[in-house]
């Protein structure tokens, strides 16, 4: 799952952990901390990761799957991703 997030808004945080809420109008579709990787082999597959797309923008992927069937999210309007620093870190 891409967003337009930039991810140098991000990289100022220093955080290795991100918390990502995904809504869909007003219905809470996923919310979870997720690690912030350069690479999906840092976690176990299976396992949901956010990292920085070929675009330069905050990405969600699960390793050796798909973010977006295993979670049913989709794209489009309505669709809103909101992070913030993992507040454990």
């Not at 070929?54 to 699960?62: G, H, V």
Request: charge should be positive; glycine fraction near 8%.
């Amino acid at each position: 799952v891409w967003s337009n997030i930039p991810d140098s808004l991000l990289l100022h945080w220093g955080s290795r952990a991100v918390q990502v809420t995904i809504r869909h109008r007003d219905s809470l579709r996923w919310q979870q901390v997720v690690p912030l990787v350069h690479t999906f082999g840092e976690v176990a597959a299976g396992k949901p990761l956010a990292y920085s797309n070929s675009l330069l923008n905050f990405s969600l992927a699960i390793n050796r799957g798909s973010f977006a069937d295993s979670f049913g999210i989709c794209s489009g309007p309505g669709w809103t991703i909101t992070v913030k620093m993992d507040p454990e870190k």
